[in-house]
């Protein structure tokens, strides 16, 4: 493994207070009547951490996802880093997800949940967007975790194979990267959705005989 694809130890984590500040300004965000909607492109789509009540294919322009996160917890370590999935502004672009929706009466535990999920070290920023149902184009305000260009847990972009070598060996408290991109893939390819990226890493992956 190349030593620049290496850190000192896992990326720093968000003090509770910034947390908090954060949650507070969204809860109080979050329209009465719509309820909360939540754009779901990466393990979202195949294990949600709340009770969702209903789901919508969509679509946020301006935005791509991509393996833009290292891992160095969940699905890797500081010595093995794995890539994540990562909403990120891009001109031009437009990201395919689903939009899932909290059960009114349980709004305060579904935020609390995704901020234990998504808000550990700051590299996601809590967004509000605005998607558009694939089958009608109505549009839906919804809240996105969007990756930060600056923080140090974003990765740059890397070639092809370079992200299947990094997933391939890479192994966390969650499991596998591998299992990550399997189950992605899957989910999105069960809605008729698509991630040519991610579908060419798998690729690469099956070939290599490694899943």
């Known amino acids: 493994m190349n030593a620049r694809y290496r850190f000192d130890g896992p990326f720093a984590h ?4 910034a ?7 969204t809860r109080r965000a979050i329209d009465a009547e719509g309820g909360l909607w939540v754009f779901g492109y990466g393990s979202l789509l195949w294990r949600p951490c709340f009770d969702v009540v209903e789901s919508r294919r969509a ?10 996160v ?8 500081p010595d093995r880093p794995g890539l994540g999935l990562g909403l990120i502004e891009q001109d031009g672009g437009r990201a395919q997800g689903v939009l899932l929706k909290a059960a009114v009466n349980q709004l305060d535990a579904a935020l609390e949940s995704l901020w234990e999920r998504e808000m550990l070290t700051g590299v996601y920023q809590p967004r509000w967007l605005e998607a558009a149902v694939v089958e009608t184009g109505e549009p839906v305000r919804c809240l996105g975790f969007c990756v930060d260009p600056t923080h140090p847990q974003a990765a740059p ?4 194979e370079t992200k299947a070598h990094l997933i391939r060996s890479a192994s966390g408290v969650l499991g596998a990267c591998t299992e990550y991109v399997v189950a992605t893939v899957a989910a999105l390819e069960k809605l ?12 690469r992956l099956e070939r290599d005989d490694c899943l």
């Open 19 to 25: 947390r908090d500040e954060a949650l507070a300004l």
């Open 14 to 17: 968000l003090p509770h207070t």
């Open 70 to 77: 290292w891992t160095v917890e969940a699905r890797g370590t």
């Open 192 to 203: 008729g959705l698509s991630h040519p990226q991610l579908r060419d890493v798998l690729t």
């Open 157 to 160: 972009e890397l070639p092809i």
């Open 59 to 68: 679509a946020v322009a301006g935005f791509a996802v991509g393996l833009n």
